[in-house]
């Protein structure tokens, strides 16, 4: 990653003056880990599933509420109240600037200034969620949902349709879906990580699709957005071995046309395709284990909420 990309935490910043400010260095390509990568132990663990879990409650009911007519707002004060009645704290709510009071109205001080990120059609990610924002047939919505509980935070993503889709929508929005347990079949203890951004890759260009460079997934438990840099293409740079105990999503941004994106200037957050043509993404927590992986963030309502 340049210096003067966005950078990959999602924060609006450049790298210089995000993550870059405190590294001259990604990811280390030998076998240890650096100090930044949290492994988890049997104390922490127990604490992350649960918040996966929960996360993954949240999308799967909301999810289940849209349909044509729906406000972007109104997926905002679902994910937001049922946050807080789980006794935790949606975690973009102000992001970066640190927590705010979740039981006052949307008060922050500079941050993302909702508990969701709500992205439609051609909006790529960090999309704002507003009353003005009325979903109609048609449209493919992404719904972004992290809690944070306990110490730790759980994030997780689905593309759906909002009535019934269009040929170009279910592909960008089934590459997308197939990309992500692409990438997820490709995490292995003591593999590589380029290996998952290989898989996405082939998948989606193959179809003609563009995968996004610029926004990626990364470490996440303790810290909401964290080392290892999960790029869904091959990236050399961002490259490192795969070791049990390691958390982090995988969230691949798929496009109907170019995988360029431009960062709206006049909120600092929403990202859009460079060509506004659709894009889609899902994502889950992933755990390494001893044996292969763990999605963490399945919902426990239903065996098939994730399909």
């Not at 076998?31 to 929960?54: G, H, N, Q, W, Y």
């Not at 946050?83 to 500079?110: E, F």
């Not at 109609?136 to 909002?162: A, P």
Request: aromatic content about 6%.
């Amino acid at each position: 990653m340049k210096r003067n990309d966005p950078c990959h935490c999602g924060s609006g910043l450049k790298y210089k003056k995000c993550h870059g400010r405190k590294r001259t260095t990604t990811i280390s390509l030998t076998s240890r880990p650096k100090r930044d990568f949290e492994i988890m132990d049997a104390e922490s663990l127990p604490k992350m599933r649960k918040v996966c879990t929960l996360s993954a409650n949240i999308l799967d009911e909301v999810c289940e509420r849209v349909q044509p007519g729906t406000t972007t707002q109104q997926i905002d004060d679902w994910v937001h109240q049922m946050t807080l009645d789980a006794g935790a704290y949606p975690a973009p709510l102000n992001y970066p600037n640190g927590r705010t009071d979740p039981k006052k109205p949307r008060i922050t001080t500079g941050g993302f200034p909702r508990s969701v990120c709500t992205s439609v059609n051609d909006v790529v990610c960090h999309g704002i969620p507003s009353e003005n924002c009325v979903l109609k047939e048609g449209d493919i919505l992404n719904i972004d949902v992290t809690s944070y509980l306990n110490g730790f935070h759980g994030d997780t993503s689905r593309t759906i349709y909002v009535g019934t889709p269009s040929e170009q929508a279910k592909l960008v929005t089934e590459t997308a879906r197939e990309c992500l347990e692409l990438g997820i079949q490709a995490v292995k203890p003591h593999g590589r990580l380029i290996e998952v951004g290989r898989a996405i890759y082939n998948h989606a260009t193959k179809r003609g699709l563009g995968v996004v460079r610029d926004y990626t997934g990364h470490g996440v438990g303790r810290v909401f957005h964290a080392e290892p840099q999960v790029c869904h293409y091959p990236n050399r740079e961002t490259d490192c071995e795969l070791l049990p105990g390691m958390t982090f999503t995988i969230e691949p941004m798929i496009n109907a046309g170019t995988f360029q994106t431009f960062l709206d200037k006049s909120d600092g957050w929403t990202v859009y395709t460079l060509d506004r043509k659709l894009s889609a993404q899902f994502e889950h927590t992933i755990l390494v284990t001893e044996t292969g992986h763990e999605i963490l963030t399945l919902p426990d309502r239903n065996t098939d909420a994730d399909k």
